[in-house]
C-alpha cells in the first residue's frame, strides 16, 4: 500500500493456444502492458490444418486440450480461455461442451472466444450482424476472367495490388487477409505471366507492411505496449512511417528487377 492506494490482487489467466498461432501471445502482451495485476498464462496444442476432414476436427478432441489445461490449472490460473475459432465451423454446442469439461476438469472457470463474441454482442445488444464470408466456387475463375477482360498488364495489376493490400492491411489481421486474398489473387497473377514463388514474396511484403499500417497494425500496438515513456500511440505510427516508405519502395524495386526475388530459386532449380 502506497499513498493509501492498493494494487489489485493479482490475476492469471489461462490461454490455450493452437500451436500454428503466432499472434495471440504479442497481442496479449500489447493489451495487458497497462495492467500489470494482470498476467496471462500460456499452454499449446497441436492444431495446424482447419479443414473438415476427420484428420483435422480430431485436433479438437477434448483429451489434448483438457491436457493443457490440466498443466494450466497447475499454475492456479483464475480463468481458462481456448484462443481458438472452431466453434465458428463445429458449432456453439461444441465449445460451450469444452467449456463445462475444463471446468469441471480443473475447477476453473472456462470461456472460449467464439462464445466470448456472442457474449459482446449480447452485452451491446446487438440485434443485426453481417457477415462477409468468400465462398470460392467459380469466385477465382470468375475473378480472372474478369481481371483478364481488363487488359492490365502485370506491372498494372501488380500496383493495384499494392494499394489494395495496404489499404486491406489497415483494417483486417495478416491471416485473415492470406486466407481471403491468396485463393482468388493467385489464379489472376498467373494468368498474366506472374511467377507463383515471386507473388509469395510479395504477399509476404504486403502483409507484413500491413502489421505497421493503422488503425490494426498489429505490430503498432505491440510497440506501444512494451515502450516505456507512455507517450501517445500517435507517436508509434509517425515512427512506422519511414519503414513503410521502404517496404513500398522495395517492391516496387522487385517489380522492376524481379530476379532478385527469382535468381536463388532459379539457380537452385537449374531454369
Known amino acids: 500500500m502506497t499513498g493509501g492506494f492498493t494494487s489489485p490482487d493479482p490475476v492469471r489467466l489461462g490461454m490455450l493456444t493452437p500451436s500454428s498461432n503466432t499472434a495471440l501471445e504479442p497481442l496479449t502482451a500489447a493489451l495487458l502492458a497497462r495492467t500489470p495485476h494482470v498476467t496471462a498464462h500460456f499452454a499449446r496444442?497441436?492444431?495446424?490444418e482447419i479443414a473438415l476432414s476427420a484428420a483435422a476436427l480430431g485436433q479438437f478432441d477434448h483429451a489434448p486440450q483438457l491436457a493443457a489445461a490440466d498443466l494450466l490449472a497447475d499454475a492456479k490460473v483464475h480463468a481458462i480461455a481456448w484462443n481458438g475459432t472452431a466453434g465458428g465451423w463445429r458449432g456453439f454446442d461444441a465449445d460451450?461442451?469444452?467449456?463445462?469439461?475444463?471446468?469441471?476438469?480443473?475447477?476453473?472457470?472456462?470461456?472460449i472466444s467464439t462464445l466470448a463474441t456472442l457474449d459482446a454482442l449480447a452485452a451491446l445488444e446487438a440485434r443485426r450482424i453481417a457477415f462477409v464470408t468468400l465462398a470460392l466456387g467459380g469466385v477465382a475463375q470468375a475473378m480472372t476472367a474478369w481481371v483478364a477482360s481488363l487488359g492490365l498488364t502485370a506491372t498494372g495489376l501488380l500496383l493495384a495490388l499494392i494499394v489494395f493490400y495496404v489499404a486491406l492491411g489497415m483494417f483486417m489481421d495478416v491471416l485473415s487477409m492470406q486466407v481471403l486474398t491468396i485463393p482468388v489473387a493467385l489464379?489472376?497473377?498467373?494468368?498474366?505471366?506472374?511467377?507463383?514463388?515471386?507473388?509469395?514474396?510479395?504477399?509476404?511484403?504486403?502483409?507484413?507492411?500491413?502489421?505497421i499500417t493503422p488503425p490494426v497494425g498489429?505490430?503498432?500496438?505491440?510497440?506501444?505496449?512494451?515502450?516505456?515513456?507512455?507517450?501517445?500511440?500517435?507517436?508509434?505510427?509517425?515512427g512506422a512511417i519511414p519503414y513503410v516508405v521502404i517496404m513500398l519502395l522495395f517492391t516496387l524495386l522487385i517489380i522492376a528487377f524481379p530476379q532478385i526475388v527469382l535468381w536463388l530459386p532459379d539457380g537452385m532449380y537449374g531454369a
Not at 45 to 48: A, F, I, M, S, W
Not at 98 to 111: E, F, K, S
Not at 218 to 232: F, I
Open 45 to 48: 496444442l497441436r492444431v495446424t
Open 96 to 111: 460451450r461442451a469444452l467449456c463445462a469439461a475444463i471446468t469441471a476438469r480443473t475447477g476453473a472457470p472456462a470461456t
Open 187 to 211: 489464379p489472376i497473377v498467373t494468368a498474366v505471366g506472374i511467377d507463383p514463388i515471386w507473388f509469395g514474396i510479395f504477399i509476404v511484403l504486403m502483409c507484413e507492411l500491413g502489421m
Open 218 to 238: 498489429m505490430n503498432l500496438y505491440v510497440v506501444q505496449g512494451v515502450r516505456g515513456d507512455g507517450g501517445p500511440f500517435r507517436d508509434v505510427v509517425r
